[in-house]
């Protein structure tokens, strides 16, 4: 199974900041690498898939970046939609995993 | 637009059944693989399940295996989860997902129903 796993698990921000969460995989996952954001009470909402690529709606404050083993979501200026839970997914191999997550919360 | 219902949750002792069901509109269901993914409360996204687009192949974590079925009725446009001998630890809120092919992720999200095993 491949591991994934977040770093931090928390990370306090301000409106306005520059966020990035990193994801690290136990064995190449190539770019089958997706982001999530999770809001309490609410089902996963997909940003980002193939490790770059942004789904239609998305704001472009969000960007992804990566390959291999090591991922990177960045959210260039925080704003106060973002503060929720954020987990990376491989999509490389069965069986899908996700990372334990990433909350982002207000300083 | 996509929309996906769950239902069949709820509040069950230790030991007993459940069926989870969730019901797909807005794409064709019957070209895509359906998954169910859990997350107990406070915890991460963990994946149970999946069925291919026919029902001819259907894989589980190990947890699961031999425990949880998944089906699906192509007519009725609709994935189900029978979940017998229900243990505390599989306490968590169900999703129901759409991956709409290989090496994809998991676009389309059920707004999930809670199951709670408690004595």
């Known amino acids: 199974d491949v591991q994934m796993t977040q770093s931090p698990s928390t990370l306090s921000a301000s409106v306005g900041d520059r966020v990035t969460i990193t994801c690290r995989a136990s064995q190449t996952v190539h770019t089958w690498l997706a982001w999530y954001q999770q809001k309490p009470g609410k089902a996963p909402r997909l940003l980002i898939h193939?490790?770059?690529s942004l789904e239609s709606g998305v704001p472009s404050r969000f960007s992804g970046s990566g390959s291999g083993t090591e991922f990177t979501l960045t959210i260039t200026s925080l704003q106060p939609d973002d503060f929720a839970v954020y987990y990376c997914?491989?999509?490389?191999?069965?069986?899908?995993?996700f990372g334990q997550g990433t909350k982002v919360e207000m300083k | 637009q996509v929309q996906m219902v769950e239902s069949g949750g709820g509040v069950v002792q230790p030991g007993r059944s459940l069926t989870l069901s969730c019901t797909v509109s807005?794409?064709?269901?019957?070209?895509?693989?359906m998954h169910w993914v859990r997350q107990a409360p406070g915890k991460g996204l963990e994946w149970l399940a999946v069925?291919?687009?026919?029902?001819?192949?259907?894989k589980y974590r190990d947890s699961v295996k031999g425990r949880f079925t998944i089906s699906r009725d192509n007519s009725k446009n609709t994935v189900s989860l029978q979940m017998p001998g229900l243990r505390s630890e599989d306490t968590a809120t169900y999703f129901c997902v759409v991956s709409t092919g290989a090496f994809q992720p998991f676009d389309y999200w059920g707004q999930g129903i809670l199951v709670a095993v408690s004595s």
């Open positions: 807005g794409i064709n269901f019957h070209y895509y693989a």
């Open positions: 069925i291919s687009h026919d029902g001819g192949d259907k």
């Open positions: 997914h491989q999509y490389n191999s069965f069986f899908w995993t």
């Open positions: 193939d490790a770059s």
